[in-house]
Each structure stands twice: as C-alpha cells, then as structure tokens.
C-alpha cells in the first residue's frame, strides 16, 4: 500500500518566519525586497513598491522550496513472503597455503582460492530461495557477510576475497565457531535444534591458531543439530607454490608439502550429520556442490523491506522557478543581465 509522507517534517517551522517577513514588509513605507540586493536590478533612484503578483510569487516559491526541505515521497511496504530455502554459511579458508598452484583451468595453472571462489559464487547463484552468509579464516575468523537474500551483493564481496586479508594461520575452529553463533543469531528452532541450515567449510590446511579446536566446535555445531559438509581442497603430497620477490612479483615455484587434515575434516562430517569431500581440480568443486544442492529446502520467510519514491526534486525546481521569475521581472518590463551590467529590455 502506498503512504504519502514527510521526511522532515520539521521543515515547515519555517513557514512562520515567512508570514513574520510578509508582515512586515506590508507594514513599511519603504519596499523591503524578499531577495537580498534585488534592489540592485533596478535603475538609480527608481525604487518602487513591489507589484502584488511579484510578492505572490516570491512567497509561493519560498513555500515550494520548504516543501522541498520537507522531502515528500511515497512509501511502499513490501510485505514478507515465504520462500524455500536454507539457512547457509560458507566458511572460506584464506590462508597462505591456499597459493599452492596445483590447480589448472583451460590449460592455465591457477591457485586454490582461484580455482574454488568461480564455484562458490556459482553455487550463491544457484541458490536463489537461500539465506546465504560468509565467515572467512586464517589466523583468524571473521564474518564478511551476515545472512543475506542479496545474493548480487554477496557474489561481488566473494569475488574480492584475497589470501592478502587476513593474517597467516589457519583456525578451523574459531571458523566454525564464528559461523555458528551467525546461524544462532537468526534462531529457527525445533524441539532444541537450529533447522534449516548447515555450514559449508572449505579448507586446505590443518588447525594451527585460533582458541577454538576444531573437534571442540564441530561438538557444538553437532548439538544444535546442523551438518557441516567439509570440502578438502588441493592435492596431497608435494605442490608448487610460488615464491615472490619484496615487490610483490613472482619470480619462481618452489615444492611444498600440502598439509591437509582429512581425517579431522571427515570427523566433523561425520560428527555433524553431513558429508566429508576432497577436491583435487576445479571441475570436482563443481560436482562437490552439485550433492550440497540435493539438501531438502525448508520454508523461511524473506526478508521485509520498504521502496521509497521522492518528489522534493519537484517543489525544489518549481520553487526557484518561481522565485527567479519574480526576480527578473518588475511589473512593467523586465531586467536583463548582460556581462557589462544591467540594461533595460
């Protein structure tokens, strides 16, 4: 339904001030113009009182540009609609160890974070009735996006993460942990469990930081009953990675040993409720996702929201329209400004 309303309604305290200014030029003997130095437009030594249509103009351009201030609009609520879909946070390791270049994508090596972020956008996309948010780890946990219908948005901030933004580590479990308690804040309970949602943790390490052990908060996740599907990514055994010179530049691979923890990742699955996947090569995310797709959808409510249209851009126009026009024109003939002073037309 539509509303018309006032932004600022306090606005019109100025109308007063006008009546007060009317008053009062009616009351003189002398002309006291509206505009500052209008005065200045006319000849020397022909002052006059200001036409009656010229006062009505100024005053009425005066008012339209309070009721500008006011901003006018039109509100529509949008009511809430059920929709079916998940809750859903994706847990994104950005560690240093996700540069291991053991990836390939049209016969070009690529990264871990590179090979995985394309399908975690495209999963977003795919999702379209989910309530999707992202909490992203090395060092450190941190949430990059609360539950969200807006999938647009959350596509372009998965497509900016770099392994850059966090400092080094990898706290699997301060990951899940964040993830959970985002989940807890938007609460759907049934008979003491969290439904319809489940966590994604994508990985390629083992746990060496954070406060939280990653058994320890697969335990908590477990009781509130959501599954976490883990997905391994990377290789096992050695790997290139590539070295950098201080500028920045890459200037070579060395070989490294890929630590990934499968045993730890397939018993948080299996602790949970949900599944355990290793990914070795860009086309397998894609599969992987594919079976998280298979989940049973649940009915949420979307999100409530309001679209607002302004009309002030209309008062304001019309008022200096008005207002300029009562300037340029005295009554009789008008007053034009040319670059060497004023003449009459």
């Not at 103009?57 to 609609?81: C, D, H, K, N, W």
């Not at 985002?182 to 489940?198: I, P, W």
């Not at 996740?221 to 500028?247: E, K, L, S």
């Not at 920045?248 to 949900?274: F, H, M, P, W």
Request: glycine share 8%; with cysteine.
């Amino acid at each position: 339904m539509d509303e018309w309303t006032l932004a600022f309604p306090w606005a019109f305290l100025v109308l007063p001030a006008l009546v007060v200014v009317a008053i009062v030029r009616g009351r003189r003997k002398r002309e006291v113009s509206v505009v500052p130095y209008a005065a200045m437009w006319l000849p020397q030594g022909k002052t006059r009182p200001m036409p009656s249509w010229k006062s009505v103009l100024m005053y009425l351009g005066a008012t339209s540009i309070v009721f500008a201030l006011a901003r006018p609009q039109i509100v529509r609520e949008e009511a809430p609609t059920e929709r079916q879909g998940y809750d859903i946070m994706l847990c994104i390791d950005l560690s240093g160890s996700m540069l291991a270049e053991d990836a390939f994508r049209n016969g070009q090596r690529i990264n871990r974070l590179q090979a995985v972020l394309p399908v975690i956008q495209d999963f977003v996309r795919k999702r379209p009735d989910d309530r999707i948010g992202v909490v992203v780890f090395a060092g450190r946990a941190y949430t990059l996006a609360n539950l969200t219908m807006q999938h647009e948005w959350l596509e372009r901030q998965i497509g900016r993460l770099s392994v850059e933004m966090l400092e080094d580590g990898t706290a699997i479990g301060d990951g899940l942990g964040v993830a959970l308690s985002r989940l807890e804040n938007s609460l759907r309970l049934e008979e003491e469990k969290r439904a319809g949602a489940f966590i994604v943790l994508m990985t390629d390490g083992s746990n060496n930081s954070g406060s939280l052990l990653p058994l320890q908060a697969a335990e908590l996740i477990a009781r509130r009953g959501i599954p976490v599907f883990t997905i391994a990514v990377g290789q096992i055994g050695i790997v290139p990675f590539p070295v950098f010179d201080r500028f920045g530049r890459r200037v070579g691979y060395e070989n490294v040993v890929s630590d990934i923890d499968l045993e730890v990742l397939e018993k948080i699955a299996k602790l949970t409720g949900g599944r355990a996947f290793h990914v070795d090569n860009a086309a397998v995310t894609d599969k992987v996702f594919h079976e998280i797709n298979k989940a049973t959808p649940v009915r949420i409510e979307s999100e409530k929201f309001r679209i607002t249209k302004e009309y002030f851009h209309h008062f304001a126009a019309g008022g200096f329209f008005l207002v300029l026009l009562a300037a340029l024109f005295d009554g009789r003939s008008a007053t034009l400004l040319t670059p060497s002073g004023i003449r009459r037309a």
